[in-house]
Nanobody, 122 residues
């Protein structure tokens, strides 16, 4: 089964930056959408950003202009550059993969990483 491993989380002050990375155990060129989600304490998991096989991106309104998602199929990684961080960005961030190519069709993955913690505070 496809595995995802996140890294890059940490503690920063408001206005700071972090870059998260997710390493995929299989060739990411075979995976459709890669994404980053987050879950804050006491809240449900929410979408942060996604990037499609051909590079199309989608962002949550709360992070537009501050976050950037990029996939590198050659290195089997997807990253999330986070700038101008705010306290409300504090959460565990999870990497996600939805579908992978299987012959002439697709197989549903719905694979999640273990998460990496981002804390933004003064």
């Amino acid at each position: 089964q496809l595995q995802l491993v996140e890294s890059g989380g940490g503690s920063v002050q408001p206005g700071g930056s972090l870059r998260l990375s997710c390493v995929v155990s299989e060739r990411m060129s075979e995976v459709n959408n890669m994404g980053w989600y987050r879950q804050a304490p006491g809240k449900e998991r929410e979408l942060v950003a996604t990037v499609g096989l051909l590079g199309s991106t989608n962002y949550a309104e709360s992070v537009k202009g501050r976050f950037s998602i990029v996939r590198d199929n050659a290195r089997n990684t997807v990253s999330l550059q986070m700038d101008s961080l705010k306290p409300e960005d504090t959460a565990v961030y999870y990497c996600h993969a939805d579908w992978r190519r299987s012959g002439t069709g697709w197989t549903r993955l719905d694979a999640w990483g273990q998460g990496t913690l981002v804390t933004v505070s003064s």
